[in-house]
């Protein structure tokens, strides 16, 4: 016999309802079950929240609060999401077929609901836009960083795609700035074992087996500044900030490394310079290659380039001076 699998209501402004089941038990009404499951949410907001219609039964028709209830009977309320800081920058929506959905997200925007951020957050903006209640991030990058992120859109080929990072085999490239620093020998490989630290916030490389590994190199500097390109195999927490980091070149505007800056100091005008570039793999139901580009750039590299052309030019006109007749 085939399993159960029944269909929620539809999103509201991109969110989800919540599910909950009647167990056995004896209430007068909805009002007193859900007061009772929900024993950290006082009375009056359940009171409210059914008021404006925030509990649906399973063809999405509104429960009262004096509706009597049955066991098993299944239930679905919309969370009370409080007022969120509004994140000003935009995602974009890169490549989409009915699997996958490839997206450019931008700098501070989280990937999915976590601590205050529910509906600014590009899961819950894709599925707003998209009219989808289906989608899920196939993988994740920081918050503080920007690129290509892919998304399911089907449950039924969800896992051939997740299976794809859980064995390492699509190719990852971000580009990050950092302190210049011509003594190091590049390009190099940072193969080490990457830990939580003193703070849960931040990792750290300690002693034991590599659990890490990232081949770096530089693109492109000036006296002070460079493009670094990196390509991580593994996908530890914050384990290109912890490399850079552990190199002596953090990665500019970076607020968790070498120092943890305080909450809510994030400042828009000074985004963390990583980029996830691109990423590349064979397709694992067409079998085809695949490849998808940020179109964003790190906003620091611009004065890196400035100031390379002014050198450029500079050698140029030495140059053409040394050569003129006497």
Known sequence: MARYRPNPPPPRDGLNPSCVVVPAGEWATALDFFDWRF??????????????????????????????????????????????PHIPFQERILYQDEDLLVVDKP????????????????????????????????????????GIVLFSRRPATRNAYAALFRDHVVQKTYHAIARWNPDVPWPLQRHTRIAVSGHFMQQAEVDGPPNALTTIRPLLHDDALALYELKPVNGQRHQLRVHMNALGLPILNDGIYPVLTPEGSQNFAKPLQLLAQSIAFTDPLSGAPRRFESTLQLSELATIQAHEAAHEAAMLQSHSTAHEPA
């Open 39 to 84: 024993d950290k949410v006082a009375r009056s907001d359940w009171v409210q929240r059914f008021a404006v219609g925030d509990v649906v039964d399973e063809d999405g028709s509104v429960v009262r609060a004096d509706t009597v209830l049955q066991k098993g009977q299944r239930l679905y309320y919309y969370r009370d999401v409080p007022q969120e």
């Open 107 to 146: 700098h501070f925007l989280p990937v999915i609901p976590s601590g205050k951020y529910v509906r600014e957050t590009l899961l819950v903006r894709l599925g707003k836009t998209l009219g989808s209640t289906t989608l899920a991030p196939i993988h994740r990058i920081d918050r503080d960083t920007a």
